[in-house]
């Protein structure tokens, strides 16, 4: 179970929205007051076979919004 970080930059081009939740907008360090972005991301183990690219992956994005998962089916090629 693997994807190298270039299958996972090239799927990260594909996620349309990266979040929009920002915790503290009125924070002047820019700690809180910055996009969060990409939150998580899961490797399906069971979608692949041992020595090849993770076909399926999901990665989360801390988002208001309604598209706040996405999921590659073929090793981080791109998302859906």
């Given at each position: 179970m693997f994807?190298?970080?270039?299958?996972?930059?090239?799927?990260a081009t594909d996620i349309?929205?990266?979040g929009s939740y920002?915790?503290?907008?009125s924070d002047t360090t820019g700690y809180n007051s910055d996009k969060i972005g990409i939150a998580w991301v899961?490797?399906?183990k069971s979608s692949g076979s041992s020595g090849s690219a993770t076909p399926r992956i999901f990665v989360g994005v801390a988002n208001k919004g309604?598209?706040?998962v996405y999921v590659s089916t073929n090793g981080g090629s791109s998302c859906v």
């Open positions: 994807a190298s970080l270039k299958q996972l930059s090239i799927a349309l929205e990266t920002i915790p503290d907008p899961t490797f399906d309604t598209n706040s």
